[in-house]
T-cell receptor
Framework: GENVEQHPSTLSVQEGDSAVIKCTYS??????FPWYKQELGKRPQLIID?????GEKKDQRIAVTLNKTAKHFSLHITETQPEDSAVYFC???????????FGKGTSLLVTP | KAGVTQTPRYLIKTRGQQVTLSCSPI?????VSWYQQTPGQGLQFLFE???????NKGNFPGRFSGRQFSNSRSEMNVSTLELGDSALYLC????????????FGEGSRLTVL
């Protein structure tokens, strides 16, 4: 089955800096790659996603890049703010976008 | 529009017992998926239902089962509970076709003693 590795497990940046989280996947059939943000004590929420026919997608301060050849994708957050502090999960899906294989998460801390 | 509702929110069971968790999806959503969240393993996919049919199943033992009713509400059951089943069980609903966005509930936190 699909295996998603996520790095780093924790990340601390200063407000205004950029943050990058990287994920690799094993199943070349995976074609859908979402990112979810989970604030402490709250439910995960989709922040951005990308499909395998697109190499990059941007939404304001957040961008995701996908390298299908290398089977890795990354989340980039620019101009980080304290409210960006949360756990971020990457995921991949080879068949069904509702049956996701998640990475183990990255705990991002943005310090003022 | 009401969000995804999960009941109960918290429960404590002992080893060997069984438990049933319930999930009411967002109105109009036909897909319900279940995930187990633990500190060490993150979010792990259990199964997904669409129009009362299980479309996908994760790598969990047969003690974990689920079903979906005609009104899209879903239940999951864990039999013969083990200590390692202690986790937050998250339900997510979606339209089931097209967009892949999952809308998660707040979860049911199960503690097995």
């Amino acid at each position: 089955g699909e295996n998603v590795e996520q790095h780093p497990s924790t990340l601390s940046v200063q407000e205004g800096d950029s943050a990058v989280i990287k994920c690799t996947y094993s199943d070349s059939a995976s074609n859908y790659f979402p990112w979810y943000k989970q604030e402490l004590g709250k439910r995960p929420q989709l922040i951005i996603d990308i499909r395998s026919n697109v190499g990059e997608k941007k939404d304001q301060r957040i961008a995701v890049t996908l390298n299908k050849t290398a089977k890795h994708f990354s989340l980039h957050i620019t101009e980080t703010q304290p409210e960006d502090s949360a756990v971020y999960f990457c995921a991949a899906s080879p068949l069904n976008p509702y049956a996701l294989n998640f990475g183990k998460g990255t705990s991002l801390l943005v310090t003022p | 529009k009401a969000g995804v509702t999960q009941t109960p929110r918290y429960l404590i069971k002992t080893r060997g017992q069984q438990v049933t968790l319930s999930c009411s999806p967002i109105s109009g959503h036909r897909s319900v998926s279940w995930y187990q969240q633990t500190p060490g393993q993150g979010l792990q996919f259990l199964f997904e239902y669409f129009s009362e049919t299980q479309r996908n199943k994760g790598n969990f033992p047969g003690r974990f089962s689920g079903r979906q009713f005609s009104n899209s509400r879903s239940e999951m059951n864990v039999s013969t509970l083990e200590l390692g089943d202690s986790a937050l069980y998250l339900c997510a609903s979606s339209m089931g076709q097209g967009t892949g966005e999952l809308f998660f509930g707040e979860g049911s936190r199960l503690t097995v003693l």
